[in-house]
């Protein structure tokens, strides 16, 4: 094997315009090794879209609840799937709240963040927990955000159960990457190579492990034990992962994905459209191929540098504002009194950008088949946020698409008791929908059973 | 620009707890709960009768309560250890309430250690524990001899109380194990045993002081592949240099390659510096940036330069091509991709210095410090020989030679002598990868790679009284992981074999040889900032724009650096305690001696300087600048914040999470708006669900009223204070507004003292509390060296430790020293069974 394995494979991917084989099995078919193995069920797949900072609440909450709901204005752009969502209102972490500008550190750990700056302490996030116990597919996740740090300033929305940040990734290029294994034959085989040894190396460090742990006492057994699983478990791993490498590829069409746009918010250079709809589509064709069953995306943050998108100059002209400082913009933008107010104009103008980009992937979950249906059907696509323009974490804005065939009602509104209902209860809805073997979660007390039928 | 901070709202969520929520009904999976019978029968009748109505089912004082336990859990150590505590000190039940007997409570504390007993044997936390983050990057910088920092790209751990210590939050994860399978790749895939160095190497050497042009130098970039940028000429020595800087100005050389693959990347540069009398040399400091993908940032390097232009000072990098950006843009030579090393450079003084406008890169004014490039030089691939290899003998390719090298590699590596029988896996495993094809040297790697994920090298050993050998090189590893976060040394190892490290002067004398050492920064790092929550950002403000702020970056990490230099020189000393609290020196460097207005020091290292006896903030941590800063929550001087702080971290008396019903305290409210501080607070603690915890964190925290946000001393206060950044570089500006008046900092301690001044509350603290502020040392002490928060157990040797000291005032390297020797830290469970 050689040292150094050739780069990438940016410049091969060049010359192959926009249809690429990708290893899959059958498209109309379950494609994972789980699924292949286990059932013939299509599987679930969860993802979670976070819009950061204030949400212009008034024109995002229903008038009404129950069935017969108007929708409200941020809503309109996907009337079309009526059909397909639930709004929630009402819920909140109640433990786990959290001062100042850590919505995001919790928004899925509901854990009560412990924030002086530089100690961090957190707990699993629920995508990672849904993660667990979904099979072993080529990637257990895709972490999606802005930008790629984690930390104080995270912009992750994902913990491992050790209350880590797990990095995300920013560029549509790198999730590719990342997603699909090489389609050259060269790199594929340097691929395989790799985690042969990779293998090999893992079975041999088993044995080590195994005789390490007979040499202990019961007390320290305990914790050689736990390693001794994680190493077997990421030996599985890889073995399931070699195991996809080998099998047909379907061509999947990337023709229209803008893959190698600039991503740079300090300057107005990116477009969050153009970058969103190549994020989501890349959402898409990894549940199509199963490439990932868990996807967590962080649409920006709320302080810089998040808010420097390209629209946000459109929106500074068409309202007539200067916006100056993003955090006071969300002070200010999500103001309930003040709705003609050119801040809450373009907030409402961003929240509804956002849901028309999450509508797009809908239509086009919508439009791709599954083992029985479409594949919409078998996502929990969960959009929404944390806080108002205080930094007071109530009455979370949400809304869930998807998984009817997962047992979800939709074409409603619910609207909980404020300060009364964990959203915990709604993520142990969701896992339970998706076949996850959890009583708990964090602060929950049992399924909302209001969502399902 | 409106501020960032003026507007934010103060969250009631600051003062978190250390021992984080209490919970009693805190539910894990992998709680195992002892003693059921015992407390039904015996513990549970007292509780209900004398706990239950404040910690029950109706109310949970402090976010505990006891109704709904059934027996001793593993989760609830830390509850029934506080328990205790409070038995113990009589805190609980508080005064005015039914007290239990004497005989009562010995029950309760009888029954609590039993089973604290008990718990240890099925849990021994304390006993094996894997290495964190931060010691296995050095132990595979030290094994494999690579002069780079591998955390990057490691997972990060989980914490206890704020320690990367703690042996329950170091598990794994499939992914952090696979993650970090792959640093070790990366790292290892850069050694050569036999193979010559690759035929593609590429190797540039620049000298940029005897004026040859620089292609001549660097070659043709079509075949190099490497391109050095080195900026404008500049006259100076007589002759002609490039890529000099000074501060503020200048351009620092840029290197950039083509065609890289995955490896790395070594680039040395020789620099020299031009000193003017009575300055300081300059610093270079460098931060690396624009590391691709998942990584993040890298962070800071600080050089000072003292090299001349006969004897230049060499600052070399290494680099792996995988954690740099690689960019596809085209560049004017035409580049298809290619990489830009992430040096940011900037040279930092430790003082403001008057401008001269007139000063540019073609005239060197040499009244001023400089930093210039006298040459660099540029490898790729940068394959090093394993460093192990010496002293092997010849090696060539066959089987002795590689069981010679596997031999010694897994030796270091497991920290200990490793008989045949460990050795065979390894041995059978480079056999296999030699019949599948590997080469000798993949063949050798492949085998290290094993070494790495191995239980042997990721765990520590527990000391476990079964096997004297084994227990010997247990405790080396401990000794070196707590001193210097990294393997042992030849001397400890030596030790360990001829069976002394039970020998406790032979332990006293490796405290002191440890800590002289200067990988002992490990320790003094690791331990201050996470015992004293250093890692907070220090806000260095001035008022409007300000040359200064060119320089805060030197100032902040001197200010930090402080407080570790002012507990090093507390051990060095052996000084008592006390000193933690009040003495009459500090540590001070260049720039923190400009900053507190002492006489100007040459030195970039800590000295310790004699305090002035006007000097109002005097000797001790509480006067620290950077302290006082990073405890100025959102620029407020939050009196709140630095009570809870000291609270905390130095008094031993964390307070307990705030309650979530409670509304936020906000100054910009519409009543609230136009009073002080202390008005808002007394105003916040007529709700008695806040007065609980406000009536001790608040009246402490106004003792530090004399520091403003950036731990300056002040004598007056004004109403409101402005604090807005500038610019993007983070000129963070602040000013007062409003009526100004002396500083009030009356207040009052936990235990009822009042004082009228910081240097009052000081000397209280000094006197009063001096037994809370060495316990709290003792119990961080244990944390990290053991690897588990103080039980019950831990807690009756702490305090015994501390009847011994405590008639010598605890000087602190006796403290040190007492803890090494502990059962704790020996992990002398045997002797601890039959001591009790």
Known sequence: MSLRQPLSRRTALKGLGGMIALPYLEAMNPHSLHAANKSEAEP????????????????????????????????????????????????????GQVGGHGHKLNWLTAHHVRQSVGTITNSISVDQ???????????????????????????????????????????????????????????LQATQERLALKKSILDAAIDEIRSLHRQLGASDQRRVDAYLTTVRDVEQRVTSRREILEMPRPKVNIEGINLDQEIEWKEPVTSIKQWMEAMTDLIVIAFQTDMTRVVTYALGDEGTPGYYGREWVEWKEKYKHN??????????????????????????????????????????????????????????????????????AVNFPLLVAGGKKLGWKHNQHVQFDQGKVPTSDLFLTMLQAAGCPVERFKESRGPLSELLT | MKSFFAKATMGRCLPYLVFAMLLAFTHTTDATVIGQKSYTSEVKPLLQQYCFTCHGEDTQEAGIRYDLIQGFSSADVQLWTRVNEKLLRGEMPPKGELQPSANEKKKIQTWIHEQALGARKIDAAGGVRRLNRRELANSLSELLG??????????????????????????????????????????????????????????????????????????????????????????????????????????????????VENGLVRIRFELTANTPNGLSAPWLCTSYSGVSGRTGPVGQEHHQITGTLDDPQTVEKLWFIEDIVVHKRQHTWGLEQWVEFPFRHHVELPYVMEENKKLNDSQPDLKYPWIFVRGLEVEYPYQPHWRGLEGLGPIADDEASANKVIGKFVTRAFRRP???????????????????????????????????????????????????????????????????????????????????????????????RMLADSRAEEFLTAFTTMWLELKQPIQVAYEGRDPRHKYKGYLIESLRQETIAYHQELLRENLPARALIDSDFAMMNDTTADFYGYPRLSQSSFSKVKLRNDDPRGGGLFGHAGIVSMTAFNGLNWPIYRGAWALRTVLDDPPPAPPLEVPDLDPNAGANRGKSMRELLAQHQEDARCAICHKTMDPLGFAFQNFDISGRWRELEYHQYEISQANEAAELQFKGKGDSRPVDCTGQLPRGETFSSFAEMKSLVAENYLDDVVRGYL????????????????????????????????????????????RAFLNRQQAIERDT
């Open chain 1, 129 to 187: 927990l849904a993660a667990q116990h979904f099979g072993h597919t080529y990637l257990p996740s895709l972490v999606l955000s802005f930008g790629t740090e984690g930390g104080d300033h995270g912009v992750t929305l994902s913990r491992n159960p050790q209350g880590a940040d797990i990095p995300p990734m920013a560029s549509p290029r790198a999730v590719f990457n990342s997603l699909f294994p090489p389609e050259d034959a060269a790199q």
């Open chain 2, 146 to 259: 690579l002069d780079i920092d591998l955390s990057i790209g490691l997972p990060e751990d989980g914490l206890t109380d704020g320690f990367d210590t703690g042996a329950r939050q170091l598990h794994d994860t499939a992914a952090s194990v696979e993650t970090t399978l792959d640093v070790i790749h990366k790292a290892v895939s850069s050694l050569r045993i036999l193979d010559p160095p690759a035929e593609d190497r590429r190797l540039i050497t620049v000298d940029l002081s005897d004026g040859k042009p620089l292609r001549d130098q660097v070659g043709d970039f079509d075949k190099t592949k490497i391109k050095v940028d080195v900026g404008r000429e500049v006259p100076v020595y007589g002759g002609v240099l490039r890529g000099t800087y000074r501060a503020g100005k200048g351009r620092w050389p840029s290197v950039y390659m083509r065609n």
């Open chain 1, 323 to 392: 916006f100056g400082n993003p955090h006071n913009m969300h002070h200010n933008g999500g103001n309930l009194n003040e709705l003609e107010s050119a801040d809450a104009k373009a907030f409402g103008a961003r929240d509804a950008l956002y849901i028309t980009c999450f509508g797009r992937m809908l239509d086009k979950l919508q439009a791709t088949p599954a083992t029985d249906g479409n594949l919409l059907d078998y996502c929990q696509l969960l959009i929404g946020g944390a806080q108002d323009k205080t930094h007071r």
């Open chain 1, 44 to 95: 679930p797949r969860m993802a979670w879209f976070y819009i950061p900072g204030a949400i212009l609440r008034p024109a995002w909450f229903p008038q009404q609840t129950g069935i017969d709901y108007e929708l409200p204005q941020t809503i309109t752009n996907i009337e079309r799937h009526r059909d397909n969502f639930t709004m929630i209102s009402g819920t909140m972490h109640i433990e």
């Open chain 2, 779 to 822: 119990k961080r002490l244990v944390l990290y060296g053991v690897g588990r928060s103080p039980d019950v157990i831990d807690m009756q040797e702490i305090r015994q430790i501390m009847e011994r000291q405590r008639p010598k005032s605890y000087p602190l390297r006796d403290l040190l020293k007492e803890f090494i020797r502990s």
């Open chain 2, 418 to 512: 490793v008989d045949s029988g460990e050795l065979e896996p390894f041995l059978r495993f480079y056999r296999s990868r030699r019949e599948s094809g590997a080469s000798f040297d993949e063949a050798i790697r492949n085998v290290m790679e094993m070494v790495l994920i191995s239980g042997r090298f990721r765990f520590l050993a527990a000391v476990d009284g079964k096997d004297r050998v084994h227990d010997q090189y247990a405790i080396a590893s401990r000794l070196s992981y707590f001193f210097w976060s990294n393997m042992p040394d030849g001397e400890l190892l030596t030790l360990a074999a001829e069976g002394k490290l039970t020998d406790l002067k032979t332990l006293d004398a490796q405290v002191d």
